[in-house]
């Protein structure tokens, strides 16, 4: 097997991992903010723009959340050099 086309499966792995964790995360943010009182802070609450605002705000929150996961794996990978 020719090197870089292994190296181009590790990517293709870890890219879809990654896109795996952000989407799970964006779940989770989307979950968190259902018990958030979002009703108190919008004139009307019921339309298709707050709606809106609750989707884009579990996407900002998953994907911060989700990068940092993937950021902090990444940092304490490196950490293995200094203890080898």
């Known amino acids: ?3 870089y ?3 181009g499966q590790s990517a293709a792995i870890a890219g879809m991992i990654q896109i795996m964790v952000v989407v799970v995360c964006i779940a989770v943010a ?12 919008l004139k009307h ?6 709606k809106l605002l609750q989707i884009l705000l579990s ?3 998953g ?8 950021d902090y ?6 950490l293995k050099g200094i203890i080898d």
Not at 30 to 41: G, K, N, P, T, Y
């Open 30 to 41: 989307w979950w968190a903010l259902q018990s958030f009182r979002i009703d108190l802070f």
């Open 1 to 3: 097997m020719n090197v």
């Open 45 to 50: 609450p019921a339309s298709a723009q707050a």
């Open 73 to 78: 794996f990444y940092w304490s990978t490196l």
């Open 63 to 70: 994907y911060q959340l989700g990068k940092f996961i993937i």
């Open 59 to 61: 996407v900002v929150l």
């Open 5 to 7: 086309a292994s190296l």
